[in-house]
């Protein structure tokens, strides 16, 4: 099977498709590696053997307009939600919380839906264009045969030129009755939804610090993403020399907003004590230096296809005043994002 992506940027009518029509995606293992590259990534939380970043080259590019396509999906036969490792997860994550090992770290589950056939992952593309105009939506189909579906709302690294931006995204909301009809501007935050934001962009800053760059730093703001409300900050630079864009990547990602504080500990900490193997979700996605672009977004609100299997993917920020409910709540209200595309 070629492998190939197709992305659609936030509030854009048309979409691109990146063809490699022979060979293999190049398989990298750090982000330095993508210094002096272009075409379509798709990276994993954490990069092994098994799981390398992936190079699309771009042989075959092409845009579409977005066509209307009626609700068709296959009929859902079984979910398989987690819960109960969930849970188990979430003590003893919290835990390292409780005893100041750790000041945020983030806890993924995974939703498997058994469907009663087999689902065409272009469709669930289209579907999510139509749903989701404010998101990043993109469709990476894998030479396993297997395909990965992002409806994000998380720029991970962004530049057209050299005007570049990043974003510290974190704190979630859900919108209910009469305020789905706004952006959640009225919506008051919590001391823990603030904090976890600001978790972010203090990493951020010191990341664009450490590389010397000067940035303009924007008030969080509350942006809407599907049904949810997140806060948000823009750091916005200027970048004459792109060719290092990999050895930034490598040491901005993954952020706080999917790992936590202190990266490193914490990283390992989720990877040798979460049930769910996280894969591509969570990593990043996009588009690298095409046509003196870049469009580099984090791989939230996953599905990955594979025949009538979606496996659902989401996480949340836990900080020392978590609730399990409340976290598993956050979780569920996410995932919905991907699930509202199979009924």
Request: charge should be negative.
């Amino acid at each position: 099977m070629s492998s190939f992506a197709q992305y659609r940027l936030p509030y854009a009518h048309s979409y691109t498709r990146i063809e490699q029509t022979g060979g293999l995606p190049r398989q990298l293992q750090t982000c330095k590696e993508l210094n002096g590259c272009n075409g379509f990534v798709i990276a994993p939380f954490s990069v092994s053997d098994e799981l390398p970043i992936l190079l699309i080259r771009p042989d075959k590019v092409s845009h579409h307009e977005i066509a209307i396509v009626p609700c068709r999906s296959p009929r859902v036969e079984s979910v398989q939600d987690g819960y109960e490792k969930y849970a188990a997860d979430y003590g003893t994550f919290h835990q390292q919380l409780l005893d100041d090992v750790f000041q945020k770290i983030v806890l993924a589950r995974c939703a498997t839906v058994q469907l009663d056939a087999a689902v065409s992952p272009e469709y669930l593309f289209l579907m999510a264009c139509q749903l989701y105009p404010r998101l990043f939506i993109a469709l990476v189909g894998l030479p396993d045969g297997t395909c990965w579906l992002t409806a994000t709302p998380e720029i991970l690294l962004e530049g057209e030129g050299n005007r570049w931006r990043t974003v510290a995204l974190a704190g979630t909301m859900q919108l209910r009755g009469c305020e789905l009809q706004s952006e959640g501007e009225s919506l008051v935050w919590s001391t823990k939804n603030i904090v976890e934001q600001r978790y972010v962009a203090t990493y951020v800053a010191a990341c664009l610090e450490r590389f010397g760059i000067s940035y303009q730093e924007d008030e969080p703001r509350t942006v809407r993403a599907a049904n949810l409300v997140h806060l948000r900050s823009d750091f916005s630079f200027v970048l004459d020399d792109d060719s290092q864009i990999g050895t930034l990547l490598d040491d901005l990602y993954p952020t706080p907003a999917v790992c936590g504080l202190p990266k490193h500990e914490t990283m390992q900490f989720i990877l040798n004590n979460e049930h769910t193997s996280r894969q591509y979700y969570s990593g990043f996605m996009g588009s690298l230096a095409m046509n003196d672009e870049t469009h580099l977004y984090v791989s939230l609100r996953c599905m990955q296809i594979e025949q009538n299997i979606c496996r659902l993917y989401a996480g949340g920020g836990l900080l020392k005043d978590s609730q399990l409910e409340q976290e598993w709540q956050e979780t569920e209200a996410k995932m919905q994002t991907v699930c509202n595309l199979l009924i």
